[in-house]
Nanobody, 135 residues
Framework: QVQLVESGGGSVQVGGSLRLSCVAS????????MGWFHQAPGKEREGVAS???????TYADSVKGRFTISQDNAKNTVYLQMDSLKPEDTAMYYC?????????????????????????????WGQGTQVTVSS
């Protein structure tokens, strides 16, 4: 599997920006897609953005135009640039990587499906980083 470590979370005011980072190690060569999910207390874990090995990106409607996902293959790192942050963006943010291809992270994010649709055996998760947006 792939090991993922997120960083970059914090507390900002409405309209502020944060940049999350996710460093991957281990069997990174078998990763088809990486993405970011968020989970607020009492709510399902939902897809935010994803990026495939071919560089194609997908975003949840709620973050389109505000968030940008990118990757640096040389550093095995995926970033999530979050601008124009809103209070409803407050959540724990998790990085995910899948080695399954079909039906994996990219498909779940694109379809707006909950994260429990992902196959546990082929999906790796980071420990999460908290983002808090206050008005």
């Amino acid at each position: 599997q792939v090991q993922l470590v997120e960083s970059g979370g914090g507390s900002v005011q409405v309209g502020g920006s944060l940049r999350l980072s996710c460093v991957a190690s281990g069997y990174t060569y078998i990763t088809y897609c990486m993405g970011w999910f968020h989970q607020a207390p009492g709510k399902e874990r939902e897809g935010v953005a994803s990026i495939g090995s071919d560089g194609d990106t997908t975003y949840a409607d709620s973050v389109k135009g505000r968030f940008t996902i990118s990757q640096d293959n040389a550093k095995n790192t995926v970033y999530l640039q979050m601008d124009s942050l809103k209070p409803e963006d407050t959540a724990m943010y998790y990085c995910a990587a899948d080695s399954s291809g079909v039906g994996g992270v990219c498909s779940v994010v694109a379809g707006g499906h909950p994260s429990d649709r992902l196959d546990a055996a082929s999906t790796s998760w980071g420990q999460g980083t908290q983002v808090t947006v206050s008005s």
